[in-house]
C-alpha cells in the first residue's frame, strides 16, 4: 500500500508542521509545487514515486528568510522527511533520493541537483516564484519582514545594486527574473519564460503608476 495524498496533508498539518510555515510557504504552496511536478512529469523520464513524495515533504521544515539558519532548511526538511517515510509504507532504497531532491530544491542552499528527480522538484518549486502568484508571494514575504515596497529614488534598479534586504521590489531583480536561467527541464524553462514575461509587464505597469 503506497502513500497517499491524506497521508502527505495529514503529516503536513500537524502542529509541529505547519506551525512553522510562514504564509508563503503553506500548504497552498505545497500543493502547487506538487501540481507543477506531475506536470513536468508528462515530459520528463523520472521515477514518479520519489518526485512525489519529495514534493509534499520539500517544505515539512521552514524557516523565515531573515532567519540565520536559513540555508539549512532544506537539509533540516530531508532528515524530518526521512523519518517520515522510515515509518510509512515507501520503499526505503527511494529514501534517499527523496532526501536529495529536498535538499537540493532550495535556492538559497545552493546544493546542485544530481538526479532528475531532483531537477524536478527544483524547477517545481522554482515555477511557484514566477507569474502571478510569484508577485503575491514576493509581497507576502516583504510584508510579513516589513520591509518598504520600493527605493522611492530609484525603484528599478537603474543606477544601483538590487537589496532586497531593504526593498521588496528589488527581490525581483535580485532572484526572481533570473530564476528561468536556473530551470533544468525544458518545459519549466518554457513556463518559466512565460510567467517572467507576466512578471516584466506587472513591472512596467508599476513604473507607470509611480514615477
Known sequence: MKLSKADFLNFLKTPEISGSADSA???AHIKRVVKNAKHLLQTEDADKEVVTAAAWLHDCVTLQKNHPDRKKA???AAEKASIFLKHHPFPEHKIVQVAHAIEAHSFSAGIPA?????EIVQDADRLD???AIGIA?????GGSLNRALYNPDDPFCFERKPEDSKWTIDHFF?????LSDTMNTVSAKKEALRRA?????YLERLREEIE
Open 25 to 27: 510557504h503553506d500548504i
Open 74 to 76: 532544506s537539509i533540516l
Open 114 to 118: 544530481q538526479t532528475i528527480e531532483a
Open 129 to 131: 516564484a514566477l507569474g
Open 137 to 141: 508571494r514576493c509581497f507576502l514575504v
Open 174 to 178: 535580485e532572484k526572481l527574473l533570473k
Open 197 to 201: 514575461e507576466y512578471m516584466k509587464r
